[in-house]
């Protein structure tokens, strides 16, 4: 099983300052297989980021994804109020699929 | 609108049975896997297992095998999430989650229902 591990588990930024999230796995991700989600307060998850680097339908071009194989960023470049929630990878390249602890981006 | 709406929340005593749904609307609904996701009190996303609605094909997380059973009508459209004897530990919000075909295997989810919120106590 692939374990993903986030970090920090807690980031507290400003408005319009920059996110960096990391996401590092235990063992190579299949084909770079990783995705990004948010988590608002009460809500569903919704999809950021697949294939790494890729961004949903939809998704503002302020999040980006990038990094292979073991090591994975997602970076919000100028915070927006609606951003401030939780952030979660996974990695579909494997069974069992896995999800990483989560990181909660707080306003500071 | 392309949703995936759940049935209701739940309250239930332990030893009890339920069985949650899921109904895809404007979309194939057989042409993506379905996936269920358990969400803990205060805690992070869990995968548990998929379903292929054409066929009901389905696998199963490890942690979860021989715990709950997936199924699915296509003829209407819904999947389903069911246990045979509740425990106070399946409190819990279920999430189902349409599930992309990526390489002939199940991909990431680009489609969440809102959650069915299980309780169990007694």
């Known amino acids: 099983e692939i374990v993903l591990t986030q970090s920090p588990g807690t980031l507290s930024l400003s408005p319009g300052e920059r996110a960096t999230l990391s996401c590092r796995a235990s063992q190579s991700v299949s084909s770079n297989y990783l995705a990004w989600y948010q988590q608002s307060p009460g809500q569903a998850p919704r999809l950021l980021i697949y294939g790494a680097s890729s961004r949903a339908t939809g998704i503002p071009d302020r999040f980006s994804g990038s990094g292979s194989g073991t090591d994975f960023t997602l970076t919000i470049s100028r915070l927006e109020p609606e951003d401030f929630a939780v952030y979660y990878c996974q990695q579909y390249g494997s069974s069992p699929r896995t999800f990483g602890q989560g990181t909660k981006l707080e306003i500071k | 609108e392309v949703q995936l709406v759940q049935s209701g929340a739940e309250v239930k005593k332990p030893g009890e049975t339920l069985k949650i749904s899921c109904k895809g609307s404007?979309?194939?609904?057989?042409?993506?896997?379905i996936g269920w996701v358990r969400q803990m009190p205060g805690k992070g996303l869990e995968w548990m297992g998929f379903?292929?609605?054409?066929?009901?094909?389905?696998r199963y997380s490890p942690s979860f095998q021989g715990q709950v059973t997936i199924s699915a009508d296509k003829s209407i459209s819904t999947a389903y999430l069911q246990w045979s004897s509740l425990k106070a530990s399946d409190t819990a919000m279920y999430y189902c989650?349409?599930?992309?075909?990526?390489?002939?295997?199940?991909?990431?989810?680009?489609?969440w229902g809102r959650g069915t919120l299980v309780t169990v106590s007694s």
């Open positions: 379903i292929w609605p054409g066929d009901s094909d389905t």
């Open positions: 989650a349409r599930t992309k075909v990526i390489g002939g295997s199940q991909g990431y989810f680009d489609l």
């Open positions: 404007e979309y194939r609904f057989t042409t993506y896997w």
